[in-house]
């Protein structure tokens, strides 16, 4: 397997320890999903970390439906050209096409998601054979391990995109964290078995066993649309919060990224959380789970 | 010695940072308020990002006190981003973006390029040689008077010390290797006896 870290005199380029690297510069900030030029701006003068420039905020893409693909590179080109922070883009679950086209256009990290619609029904992409990093969705640890081996340099819960919901997010952070609390309580023995239920590299668990935590870090992601919300998954265990739909299809985007913000950064502090929440306007609408069909589902994709 | 180094907690590499002083044996505390900051003796300044971490010093109420503890002495240490913070001129910031002046050197913000540039370099230095971790890292353009260049490469400068204040282009905190903080404890150290 091509392995793309490139060495140049005593300089090497696409190291796990510079894609990594990135990952942990993120921590703590706020990943916001923007559609143009104008609201990268915007996103970035409320204090994003980054921002994912897509075509279609997924409760679009659930409106909609067809087929979700990589965005035109005018459009993220354009975002590229107007905002300092890092900016992410989506390449379809397998399509290693997509990320080629992605890396070429100085995209910072490509996130392998499941919004869009798959274009592999068994195969990931290799992650090791690029130079910049990979984000990659998860369900539970064994998803998240199998991504990693794949390269992933972080790993984000799928919770349910386009919602407004967290419930799934909440599931997911709390199936991925929960496991890795029980796997630092097995003994030796019992690594095997958990290697083989979580369909996983044994190396991978045995690491977690030895260091508490999951080998990159982990952020939240899929129904954030208040500070509360990015609270919440903060205080489950996420490192920081990814929010798609939430911001651009409320009512006022601005404020509402701000408060989104200072959430993450100050999650436990309830007072901080109640003055930032006060004033937003209305959030998105939001749906319920029992309004979506099973097949309509962005997280049972991937495998 | 009953010594606390706060860790700018407000976004970014702050819990690398916290690892790595855990791993010497040094107390961290997370700083993301002024009460915090009042009860630590020096203060990292981890990477991430620069804007982000410029707005959220105002809205957290934390600029003027940092910014107070510096001139009185306080040791800080900043890395990428953090550097950018301390830093006299900031070029290719944002122009909203404000920063400590805490030493004397032009910085300019991602000059080293985009993620797909990032790298790993052997930097050598008079604290010792290091593996340097580079992520969409700041470039030392200018290096005043007053300011030591404690490591570079390719004859550029990466570590820079101007009294109490020590700034860095690169990672300390991702490779593993703490004696840069080690270094930063005994500056630390010096000026409590003092």
Redo the contacts between chains.
Sequence with gaps: MANMVSTNG????G?N??K???A??????VIMDVVNSDQAKIA?DA????VMALERVPADIRRDGGVARMSDPDMIMAIQASV???VMAKARIGHFVEAQIL?SL????IDESEVLTPADEAHHIDKFAF???FVCGATNLGEALRRISEGAALIRSKGEAGTGNMVEAVRHLRSILGDIRKITQADSAELFEWAKRLQAPLSLVQEIAETGKLQVPLFAAGGIATPADAALAMQLGA?TVFVGSGIFKSADPAPRAKAI??AT??FR?AAVLARVSRGLGVAMTGIGMDEINETQRFAQRGW | MNMQVGVLALQGAFAAHSDCLTSIGVQSVEVRTPGQLNSVDALLMPGGESSTMSQLLESSGLFDPISTRIADGMPVFGTCAGMILLASEILDGRSDQRSFSAIDISVRRNAFGRQVDSFESAIKSSVGDFQGIFIRAPRIERVGDEVEVLGSINNEPVLVRQGNVLAASFHPELSNDARLHEYFVSITAIRKKV
């Design positions: 005593s300089s090497s380029t190291t320890r510079v990594r690297g990135l942990e510069m993120l921590k703590g900030g970035e204090g994003a970390c980054a300092h922070i890092p890396q100085g995209v910072d990290f130079t910049i990093p490192e913000v200072e950064t100050h502090d």
